[in-house]
T-cell receptor, first 112, second 113 residues
Framework: GDSVTQMEGPVTLSEEAFLTINCTYT??????LFWYVQYPGEGLQLLLK?????DKGSNKGFEATYRKETTSFHLEKGSVQVSDSAVYFC???????????FGPGTRLSVLP | DAMVIQNPRYQVTQFGKPVTLSCSQT?????MYWYQQKSSQAPKLLFH???????NEADTPDNFQSRRPNTSFCFLDIRSPGLGDAAMYLC????????????FGPGTRLTVT
């Protein structure tokens, strides 16, 4: 079945450091890919998405590119802030709404 | 603003005492989901409604039930909560279409005493 793998956390960075959180997937067909962010005690928020190969999703300084050849959707940000501290989930959806799969999540802590 | 609302945000119940969690949405999405999330693990899908069609995940315990009386509302009923059911319960919605991205409510934190 479809699956999503993320790099193990926690990831601890200093403010203004460069962030990469790796995400790879296994899926049949051509899924849509997402990054969600969850702040402490809150629900998940959609951070960005990409629906086809080579699409780049971006939001709030975060970016991720849908790479079909490497089945990857790595999350990047050039300069993280303390307020980016959260858990980040990579996810995929088939094109029929019947299969939505989350990765295990990566906790990010940004220190001032 | 269109949104997904969950009530209550915090719920305390006693072992074995039935509890109902509610979710409403103003997005007019036709798909609604209930997830259980423990300790910042990935959300675990319990069931979802595609319009009125109910889809139960194979490993969802019988103790968990759901109702969707109309497009806007969905309820999660836990018939006899156990200590292991203490968790964050997340409601999400999506709209039939190309991407099915899900929009989440803030969650209800359930404590079982």
């Amino acid at each position: 079945g479809d699956s999503v793998t993320q790099m193990e956390g926690p990831v601890t960075l200093s403010e203004e450091a460069f962030l990469t959180i790796n995400c790879t997937y296994t899926a049949t067909g051509y899924p849509s890919l997402f990054w969600y962010v969850q702040y402490p005690g809150e629900g998940l928020q959609l951070l960005l998405k990409a629906t086809k190969a080579d699409d780049k999703g971006s939001n709030k300084g975060f970016e991720a590119t849908y790479r079909k050849e490497t089945t990857s959707f790595h999350l990047e940000k050039g300069s993280v802030q303390v307020s980016d501290s959260a858990v980040y989930f990579c996810a995929l959806s088939d094109n029929y709404g019947q299969n939505f799969v989350f990765g295990p999540g990566t906790r990010l802590s940004v220190l001032p | 603003d269109a949104m997904v609302i969950q009530n209550p945000r915090y719920q305390v119940t006693q072992f074995g005492k039935p509890v109902t969690l509610s979710c409403s949405q103003t997005l007019n999405h036709n798909v609604m989901y209930w997830y259980q999330q423990k300790s910042s693990q990935a959300p675990k899908l319990l069931f979802h409604y595609y319009d009125k069609d109910f889809n139960n995940e194979a490993d969802t315990p019988d103790n968990f039930q759901s109702r969707r009386p109309n497009t806007s509302f969905c309820f999660l009923d836990i018939r006899s909560p156990g200590l292991g059911d203490a968790a964050m319960y997340l409601c999400a919605t999506s709209r039939e279409g190309l991407t099915y991205e899900q929009y989440f409510g803030p969650g209800t934190r359930l404590t079982v005493t």
